[in-house]
């Protein structure tokens, strides 16, 4: 079975362009989760989707979106992109709506804004 | 021990030893706790859970302790080989929440 993959692996941006991140979960999984892992910190909560729907966000600003589309698959939208944003943005995938679902994640894209 | 700014901090022993990883939480209300793995240029990957209605669960060459008293999580890795190293995260989950809290995590190095 395959695992929740990622694309691109890396990605080269300029600052006050705009970036899109894209996730596919393991199949059967319908929620979605984006965080941030910028060097030496831990993963960030950025969005959770489920069944095609934002059920909720952490503490980043509305520049950073994304949606979730009827195959489940996700995409996350930076725009205005700042230096700050370089980071490794990871994806995770479960089952549905339970605090004790597993997540697994993807590899992650490499994100550098120049 | 404690690290500053961009440093995690670091447990370093010898093959075969025994590795001890730390973590304190901070939500009372935590009932869910998870340790990944996350090995160079990859994701985080599920090592072992346990609920707060358990105190020690294991697994196969790990142990996971819970102390609710102190809201401290620490993960025992037996017989430490070269290929655990890795960055070692836990996560606290509750009821409440669908959204696991992450540990900054702590890097192992296993020395050959």
């Known amino acids: 079975e395959a695992g929740v993959t990622q694309s691109p692996t890396h990605l080269i941006k300029t600052r006050g362009q705009q970036a899109t991140l894209r996730c596919s979960p393991i199949s059967g999984h319908t929620s979605v989760y984006w965080y941030q892992q910028a060097l030496g910190l831990g993963l960030q909560f950025l969005l959770w989707?489920?069944?095609?729907?934002?059920?909720n966000r952490g503490n980043f600003p509305p520049r950073f979106s994304g949606r979730q589309f009827p195959n489940y698959s996700s995409e996350l939208n930076v725009n205005a992109l700042e230096l700050e944003d370089s980071a490794l943005y990871l994806c995770a995938s479960s089952v549905g709506q339970s605090s004790y679902n597993e997540q697994f994640f993807g590899p992650g894209t490499r994100l550098t804004v120049l | 021990g404690e690290s500053v700014g961009l440093h995690l901090p670091t447990l370093s022993v010898q093959e075969g030893d025994n590795s001890i990883i730390n973590c304190a939480y901070s939500n009372s209300a935590s009932d869910y706790f998870i340790w990944y793995k996350q090995e160079s240029g990859k994701g985080p990957q599920f090592i072992i859970d346990i609920r707060s209605n358990m105190d020690k669960r294991q697994g196969q060459r790990v142990t996971v302790l819970l102390n609710k008293t102190v809201k401290h999580l620490s993960l025992q890795i037996a017989a430490t080989q070269p290929g655990d190293s890795a960055v070692y995260f836990c996560a606290e989950n509750s009821k409440r929440s669908y959204i696991p809290t992450f540990g900054r995590g702590t890097s192992l190095i296993v020395h050959p």
């Open positions: 989707y489920d069944e095609g729907e934002e059920r």
